[in-house]
């Protein structure tokens, strides 16, 4: 057996000790990053503003309500917390329910670790109405047993709430826990909670590969990377 094959083979063993997964939504579950940033230049258009370069890191990882809060603070938003997230999810819902793909290899995952009995999780930044409107779409609402949303808790992402919440909802302790995540703030989210951390492949992410890779216990760019050769494809 080469080297590789035998790294891969040690991956899949720890894979197979966890008896919880819990997943980032955006650019982890779906393929979702690129529409938050056309719908931060059309919503800041409305007040007259242009996109700030470094908007998109300094909201990184924080729950829907602390990015509006954040928003409402740095631009000055005269609307409400409430009607800031509601355009919010109006306007990206017809995106979520139609052009948001999942991620791939990860239908034949969920289904591959869901019949050995895993428990299955979400644990995302973004709203709960997006959150179970795109999972709905893909046929997968039956898969995950809570979803959790930095809503839900005092911290958003890198703070460990939201995973350590969604771990109490499952009835499983932390360190049987396997946090998918594509980005840094959520990595430290992950194991601050106590948990290891797969790091996924993104585009919107590729900046951050390097520092995800130091991070994470391990780094995939397809999710079937992480199944036995004869459930690939399946």
Same mark, same amino acid.
């Given at each position: 057996m080469m080297l590789q094959d035998k790294i891969q083979d040690s991956i899949r063993n720890r894979i197979h000790n966890k008896k919880a997964f819990l997943f980032d939504l955006d650019g982890t579950l779906v393929d979702s990053m690129w529409i938050w940033e056309s719908i931060d230049v059309e919503y800041l258009d409305r007040f007259g503003l242009e996109l700030p370069e470094d $908007?998109? /890191?300094c909201i990184?990882?924080? /729950? &829907? /309500? *602390?990015?509006a809060q954040y928003f409402?603070?740095? &631009? /000055?938003?005269?609307?409400t917390l409430e009607k800031m997230k509601s355009d919010w999810n109006r306007m990206a819902w017809e995106k979520y329910t139609q052009e948001v793909p999942l991620k791939s290899g990860i239908r034949e995952f969920l289904r591959y670790h869901r019949a050995r009995g895993v428990k299955m999780a979400v644990a995302t930044s973004n709203s709960r109405e997006l959150a179970e409107a795109v999972i709905a779409v893909h046929g997968l609402t039956d898969t995950f047993d809570v979803i959790v949303t930095g809503c839900d808790v005092a911290h958003g992402k890198p703070f460990p709430d939201v995973y350590l919440e969604a771990a109490v909802r499952l009835g499983v302790d932390p360190s049987e826990c396997l946090v998918f995540e594509d980005v840094v703030a959520g990595i430290q989210a992950g194991r601050s909670a106590g948990m290891e951390v797969a790091a996924v492949e993104d585009a919107y992410s590729l900046y951050q590969e390097r520092q995800k890779k130091e991070l994470a216990d391990l780094y995939i760019a397809d999710y079937q *990377? $992480?199944?036995p050769a004869e459930s690939r494809g399946k």
């Open positions: $908007l998109h /890191s990184e990882g924080m /729950s &829907f /309500s *602390e990015t409402k603070e740095r &631009f /000055s938003i005269p609307d *990377e $992480l199944l």
